[in-house]
């Protein structure tokens, strides 16, 4: 079936350590995204790519960064510099930037500073 | 710059009752609208959409109309279940300045049906 697939689902980082969240989309989209949520807030945005090798930083990238090899994967990593990284992150895809279209979403990943 | 502002939560209703969840939004232009719904742990599901003014977004019986003049995106539902209990969030795209568009969402309104 077709998709979006985060990995892994819940994880825990020690102080100072750098984690990679992954995202695998089948869906042949071009466009792909990462957003952070809390406890009773909406998602914010943190990088965003619109094609293979480039990507852009959203509203909350500073302490976060992401890389796009290929056209189907967009690992995001958290790095040291992030200083509340304790979240559910959600990684999204859509064909393309048009306004009508539909961003879809994995089921997210639960990252957890211990 | 764009914003969307949801009613508080949560909402408590009794199964068969009728669902109403505000949504009003701020944005230059006439964005896409949508209505998102998130299960307990999981990832966000896209629920419906409208994508100009005095379209109706419907699926598995919620429904929400696209008023430009009120800028609103209400969602409604005639009888919820058990089931619909979830957060659901409403969401605009926004044009970004460095190209590509975005989904700006309002904070979300979990809504709980009780027997």
């Known amino acids: 079936d077709g998709g979006i697939t985060q990995s892994p689902k819940y994880l825990f980082r020690k102080e100072g350590q750098n984690v990679t969240l992954s995202c695998e989309q089948n869906l042949n989209h071009d466009a792909m995204y990462w957003y952070r949520q809390d406890p009773g807030q909406g998602l914010r945005l943190i990088y965003y790519s619109q094609i293979v090798n480039d990507f852009q930083k959203g509203d909350i990238a500073e302490g976060y960064s992401v890389s796009r090899e290929k056209k189907e994967s967009f690992p995001l990593t958290v790095t040291s510099a992030q200083k509340n990284p304790t979240a559910f992150y959600l990684c999204?895809?859509?064909?393309?930037?048009?306004?009508?279209?539909?961003?879809?979403f994995g089921e997210g990943s639960w990252l957890t500073v211990v | 710059g764009d914003s969307v502002t949801q009613m508080e939560g949560p909402v408590t209703l009794s199964e068969e009752a009728f669902l109403t969840i505000n949504c009003t939004y701020t944005a230059t232009g006439y964005p896409s609208l949508f209505w998102y719904v998130q299960y307990p742990g999981e990832g966000l599901q896209l629920l419906l959409k409208a994508t100009k003014a005095d379209d109706k977004g419907s699926n598995k019986g919620f429904e929400a109309t696209y008023r430009k003049e009120t800028t609103s995106f209400h969602l409604e539902k005639g009888s919820v279940q058990v089931s619909d209990s979830a957060v659901y969030f409403c969401?605009?795209?926004?044009?970004?300045?460095?190209?590509?568009?975005?989904?700006?969402f309002g904070t979300g309104t979990q809504l709980k049906v009780e027997l």
């Open positions: 969401a605009l795209i926004t044009i970004l300045t460095g190209g590509g568009n975005k989904l700006t």
């Open positions: 999204a895809s859509s064909i393309g930037f048009f306004s009508g279209n539909t961003i879809y």
